[in-house]
């Protein structure tokens, strides 16, 4: 099967560590989870296209075998303010980020803009993925915090058993992935009391080579609240 892209439905769970200071955040954690037909990723594609009215999604023939996934992950991130104007402020969040485990194995870094109000609420909206996962924890600064941003990101990857195979078959479903990823990200954030609500566009480009379909583009809201 060599050349097919695998579909591999994955879930995790994640605990992290998160140590805050004035201008930085430093992440440690470790993701635990499965990957394969017991993660239920055909059950929710298909049942979503089936609520959409859309058609079934006929690539699970080629899923991954069940097994158990982890990763070690651990990163930090950099609060640099620039101007205030009329209350508005301005602030750069450069990152950087590493994984290793049987998932995946990379190291990254990363550098966001934002423009808004209570800009030390956060260290910036936290990806869906490929980047580091969990890192949304917020403290309420003022009544309403709110901004825009725009950032990149960049990795090279070493594993990625989502595309490269399950770690002991080696002759099921797998493709070639590409050691150089980069996303694109922009979007909103805006924390109220104890609740946080954001939207993120992600541009991502290809993660392994037999793909022409050029950047990979989606959409994601996320709802958090401090208890």
Known sequence: ??????????????????NDTDLSRSVVGIQLGVMGPAAGGKQVQNGFHSVIGDSSNQGWNHQLRNQPVFQVQGGRIWRFPLIKVAGIETDILPAISAAIGDYRIYGGGAATLRIGQGLNSD??????????????????????AWYVYGGVEGQAVALDASLQGNTFYRYGPHTSKKWDQGTIHAGVAVMWRGLRLSYSQNWQTAQFRQSRAGLFNYGSVKLSFKF
């Open 1 to 18: 099967m060599a050349g097919d892209r695998p579909y591999a439905g994955v879930l995790l769970g994640t605990l992290n560590l998160i």
């Open 123 to 144: 260290f910036g909206n936290a990806t869906i993925g490929p980047g580091l996962d969990g890192t949304d924890a917020f403290v309420r600064t003022k009544p309403v």
